[in-house]
């Protein structure tokens, strides 16, 4: 799996705060989408054991 992104302390994605995984590979191709470079889903950083730790650690 690929991901562009781990944000930390995202308020803008729902009610309170949260970690947010950006994944890779989008196929909607939505006008206006505020994120087109996660449609290609070979785009970004693999999600390896070190992403996987970080987003674990960041959950708690």
Do not use: S
Not at 9 to 15: I, S
Not at 21 to 35: E, I
Not at 38 to 50: S, V
């Amino acid at each position: 799996m690929q991901y562009h992104n781990i944000t930390k302390d995202d308020m803008l994605n729902g009610d309170g705060l949260r970690v947010v995984l950006w994944v890779a590979g989008c196929g909607h191709a939505c006008p206006g989408c505020h994120n087109p470079i996660t449609w290609d889903a070979e785009g970004g950083l693999l999600f390896d054991q070190a992403a996987k730790a970080e987003l674990f650690t960041e959950l708690g």
